[in-house]
């Protein structure tokens, strides 16, 4: 039986290459006709008798010349087309989608405005809005909260993006209790009157400080002192005065948190100094089995209520980078509820397209015995509320160049209530109450409402006719990212008989049992108790799989990555359990962390085989790891 999935990549050995040349061919040569159609009356600029010239040929050898150069150089690049290849967060790309990217590069539409970008501005909605649902967001326009999705360079940008818009929004109500004092004008029937405090207004939900600002807008708009308030207002806002002087107004501030788990990806390190919040202010959760819970989470800001310091964000993870574990999202908002109001952000970088396998083509959401059919764990319960839950957090952070398959600089936030654009806005004042069809239009006009300018519409083209050739639900889309989870459940039900065959030599161990499709693997070599001996043999046995910018990859049989988990950032009893199971004396950690082996299993072919007999790319990639164990160890 054909595999499904064959005719949507260019094929580890180019397969479909014969399909992506004549389509890309046609497409050019289609560019090409539009150009000289435009205003085929026009001369054409460059003169035909130019061409022939020596200054010309000679132009266009130099270009020949350095484009050869620049392809030999690229051989040496990671061949992540091929299933012999389970590093990064990369594989082969789907071919609508490159195509699509190449050929719109052709157009380059500047998605910063629709102006610059009449076709892909719109199409970079579209794909927020088929994000969205997803995620189980509600992108009916008529009803409020309305979800908006939009394309960032990657994860980090989007990160970014996110905790800028819960700086602005968690941070408005007070800035409106300023402007009221200061001016005495005081909008009826809002929370923010002259009694508030700021801790109850930080505590408000995101749908009141969302309907506060729709109120305050329209008073502002219509009252007679309205605009007087809207001066004031701002001044006020932070984005205004800057973090310092806010917080100079509102002391409490100074100190506030945003909750990340212990292993959080180094992208939030970057957010918090970048919007002046403070490494400091970041506070890092311990993470149990790989996982931020709801106890660890409660226990976390139960601390920071008694310390009298605020929150601003919450971030749970939905796909870790090195553990392929997925946070307890339901648990997450379950504490929300407990606790004075947070922004929760779920940063799905990696996770993102896994909700496909959960949706049905209506973009239902699957009962759990229907999405399990085809796997042997997934998902568990708990993974199956985590998604569900998908659909009550503010934000999300999805990155179409990992999971969703299109090439690298296409990132995505989606935010549940696309009102929340409107605060960060650099437009007109006023355009709070806007009517619907007006929101649709003035959302087009991206760069004023996001952290990014200029930026490519290839990326939107590209991830626009994936998701038409393969829409986000679990027979489409989702059969890929099935495919993927299966290899990894495959993986990990063979990781006991490798664990056995390699007993005389090493420990394997998986420290943290991932839900989705990504692992780790741990290796102590028998004897030894020393984390840096156990580290530094691991980085040996790393070697063997990875690129080197002097090696022709061809020299090489497999492709793996690596990452170091810091254990003071796990807990002691992680690290205690972590260390038994290693057999490694973990008591006084160094600063290092533990080095891991980690495997991504994006490549939908890694279950096939190099020859008909032969085991599987994932069993071989196993024989070649003991082999390697066993010849670094013998030598
Ligand atoms: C969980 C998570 N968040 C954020 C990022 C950053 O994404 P990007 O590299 O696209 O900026 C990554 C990247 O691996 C990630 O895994």
Redesign the pocket.
Known sequence: MTDPLAPFFLGAYGENNDFFEKTLLELVRDHVFWRRNFHPEDEPPIGTHDQYTRAYLDGLARTRHELHQLTAALKRSIPSFHPRYLGH?VSDLLLPGLIAQLVTTLYNPNNIVEDVAPITVQLELEVGRQLARMLGFSVDPAKEPCALGHLTS????A?DEALWLARSARLYPLAVLHASTATGIWVPDVPVRPSSSDIELLALESEEVLALARRVSSFCRREPRGAELFRALTTSRVEETGLASFAERHPRLRRMAVLVPGTA?Y?WHKAVSLLGLGGANLVEVPVRQGRLDGAALGGALESLRREGRPVLAVVG?Y???EFGTLYSIHELLAVRRRFPRFWLHV?A??GGYLPTVFRDRKGHLLPREAVREGFQQFPSERVYRATAALAEVDSV?V?P?KLGFVPFGA?ALVVRNRRVLDLVQQEAPYVFTSPPEEDERRYRKLGRYILEGSKPGAAAAACYVNHRVLPLDRDHFGRLLARSVQTCERLVDRIPALGQELAPWVRLVVPFEPDCNLVCLAFNPVGNRSLKAANAFGRRLFETVDVRPDQPVQLKEFFGSSTTVALDHLGAEEVERIGAALQLDLGHPDHSGLFLLRNTLMNPWLQSSPGPGEPSYVEAYFSYLARQIRLLLER
């Open positions: 967060m990657g994860g980090t940008v990160n990806h992208s993870v796909g870790t980078t940063d970088a990696w952070t990155d160049h990132g």
